[in-house]
């Protein structure tokens, strides 16, 4: 690589680095000058709480968490919440029902479809309730939450993303103003 | 998992029609207006069904008693009832049709013709007898004969393996199928587990920087 | 049916009496039914022949004993039963009958294109009955494959009624989860 390239690859990767530190200098003193702390507990009950959540954007049972929500801090930049969710819990394959259907499919898929905005709704609710929750994070931090929708091989993916992501810092996060990125 | 308990009498002595007439009424009644009981029994009834793809297999060897000569036929008569029953006699029809085919082409084949040549401008006329049949063509014409009479068997067991290729690609992708939905379950189930509080963290006073 | 049960009545008097031309034709009526009946309970084709030789010989050596003709089908199938489990007592010290893999005996494949089953059905509803107690297993096979009633099902293997259902609707719920799952939900 030569020396002018290694240069601009080198500041490209200060770039977050340097905007990690200039946040941590941003953040104010929490009371009585405590470092900032999450707790694992409370983390734990945050996920638990999302997953009930996403489970509930359907009728019972018809709403599959295939990865538990799992919540890290990542320290200096704030927590990112992650989960994998069958938006429909697909038609069962036995003796009797060896193969799925193309109207079945096309259930699936319409269904899918008609519950995601109710998804989107639910992650910001999400967001908002954790924010509020996680009060040993700076307002300035984020509050990250990627839901992975999984599907089988012979699903009509057309308009169904793979993931959704929402995040805000945690200020922006209660008040539900948060950025959504949709693969 | 049971059977629900709203039904007034077990769903299976309804099932099985071991109720007395006022009870299975009762049952029938309950059923029109009972989404769970009903489908409990189209459960039954769809168990009951799937049993009957399991067909009696034919007994390998029949049974006989003998006790008498008199009834006991005669071995001529057993070895060629046995031999009709087994597997060789399709061998030994196809050979049949064959030697019968050869023997009648033998009886019925042409003598050689006598071929005149000819001849040059100016040079007398000659009969020149032409030679027997080659061996080749003979065999040429059996082997004609012998496609002719395998042509329908082979028609069929195309056919058939066509089948058996189209029966085994349809059980391939239900397998896939199949598979995928073990997976999907596994992942849901271990999911759950969690969910469920399995893998809580231990409880701690204070706070911890995870 | 009648017509039928009547027939074999006259073949079992005149087979007490010592025609083995009217036991033969007996024995060619039942002989594949309690084999099937034997394949099922042993999964092995060469142990279900070889009881089903010995349970013919047997009825054969005991049918002065037989009181009423009428009650013939389950007085044979008493023999055929008890026959099944002296073969399991006695292979039991040699090794655990649970071990041994079953033959599939039915694929349920027609080449001719005469079955109306898919083989995996087959396979699942064999793999399902393999998957049963002997106990729950054979109540399965004498109700649903062999037609029998309670009542007679009680005489063949030497049990109470309550004991040959509470077997019998055992075996059902369980063979119901495997091969009758609840329906899907997620598009209700």
Redesign the interface.
Same mark, same amino acid.
């Given at each position: 690589m030569k020396a002018p390239h290694r240069f601009y690859a080198l500041a490209l990767l200060a770039l977050p680095l340097g905007a990690q530190m200039a946040s941590r200098a941003a953040v104010p003193p929490a009371a009585g000058g405590a470092a900032q702390r999450v707790s694992i507990s409370n983390l734990y009950t945050i996920e638990r709480a999302c997953d009930d959540r996403l489970r509930g954007i359907g009728?019972p049972? =018809?709403v599959d968490i295939l990865g538990a929500t799992r919540g890290l801090y990542l320290d200096g930049y704030g927590v990112v919440f992650t989960s994998e969710v069958g938006l429909? =819990?697909?038609?069962?394959i036995?003796?009797?029902?060896?193969t799925i259907t193309a109207q079945?499919k096309l259930?699936?898929h319409q269904?899918k479809l008609q519950r995601l905005p109710v998804l989107r709704t639910t992650m910001r609710e999400i967001l908002r309730s954790a924010a509020g929750s996680l009060a040993g994070v700076p307002d300035t931090q984020q509050i990250v939450l990627a839901v992975r929708l999984d599907y089988m091989k012979w699903e009509d993916t057309s308009g169904l993303p793979a993931m959704i992501l929402m995040k805000a810092d945690r200020k922006s996060a209660l008040s539900g103003d948060v950025t959504v990125e949709e693969q | 998992?049971?059977?629900p308990s709203c039904s007034p009498f077990?769903l299976?002595d309804y099932f099985?029609r071991?109720l007395a007439d006022p009870q299975q009424l009762q049952v029938e009644t309950h059923i029109k207006v009972c989404p769970a009981c009903r489908?409990e029994l189209?459960?039954?009834g769809?168990?009951?069904h799937?049993?009957?793809?399991?067909?009696?297999?034919? @007994?390998?060897?029949? @049974?006989?008693?003998?006790?008498?000569p008199v009834?006991e036929p005669s071995p001529w008569r057993r070895a060629l009832a046995s031999f009709w029953n087994s597997g060789p006699r399709l061998g030994f029809a196809s050979a049949a049709m064959l030697s019968a085919a050869l023997v009648v082409f033998a009886l019925v084949r042409p003598a050689p013709a006598p071929v005149v040549r000819v001849a040059a401008a100016g040079a007398p006329p000659a009969v020149v007898t032409a030679p027997a049949v080659s061996e080749a063509a003979i065999q040429a014409r059996i082997d004609a004969a012998v496609a002719k009479a395998v042509a329908p068997m082979e028609v069929r067991h195309e056919a058939?393996m066509r089948?058996?290729k189209a029966?085994l690609e349809?059980?391939r992708q239900?397998l896939i199928l199949a598979a995928e939905e073990y997976d999907y379950n596994h992942k849901k189930e271990a999911s759950a587990m969690i969910s469920a509080g399995l893998y809580a963290p231990p409880q701690h006073g204070t706070g911890e920087i995870r | 049916m009648i017509f039928r049960a009547v027939e074999d009545s006259d073949l079992i008097r005149q087979a007490a009496r010592g025609s083995?031309?009217a036991?033969?034709l007996l024995?060619?009526r039942w002989?594949?039914?309690v084999?099937?009946y034997l394949?099922r309970l042993t999964r092995n084709?060469e142990d279900a022949?070889d009881l089903?030789?010995d349970v013919?010989?047997k009825a054969?050596q005991n049918l002065k004993k037989l009181d009423d003709p009428a009650r013939f089908a389950p007085w044979l199938y008493r023999i055929a039963h008890n026959e099944a489990y002296s073969l399991f007592r006695k292979r039991r010290p040699e090794s655990d009958s649970e071990e041994v893999t079953p033959e599939a005996?039915?694929t349920?494949?027609s080449?001719?294109?005469t079955s109306?089953?898919?083989?995996?059905?087959?396979l699942?509803?064999?793999a399902a009955?393999d998957r049963l107690s002997h106990d729950q297993r054979e109540a399965?096979v004498l109700?649903?494959?062999q037609g029998f009633k309670?009542e007679e099902m009680a005489e063949i293997l030497g049990c109470p009624v309550s004991t040959v259902?509470s077997r019998l609707?055992t075996a059902?719920?369980l063979?119901?989860?495997e091969?009758?799952?609840?329906?899907?939900?997620?598009?209700?």
């Open positions: 009728e049972n =018809t429909v =819990t697909p038609p069962a036995y003796p009797f029902h060896p079945e259930q699936v269904k | 998992m049971s059977a077990d299976k099985y071991e489908e189209d459960r039954l769809q168990t009951e799937a049993l009957f793809a399991l067909r009696d297999e034919e @007994i390998p060897q029949r @049974i006989g008693f003998v006790s008498d009834f058939e089948q058996v029966d349809g059980a239900r | 083995v031309e036991y033969n024995v060619s002989e594949k039914r084999y099937n394949l084709r022949l089903t030789q013919f010989l054969y005996t039915e349920g494949v080449i001719a294109g109306v089953f898919p083989i995996e059905l087959s699942a509803v064999a009955l399965v109700k649903h494959y309670f259902k609707y059902l719920e063979l119901k989860a091969l009758a799952p609840v329906k899907a939900r997620g598009l209700s």
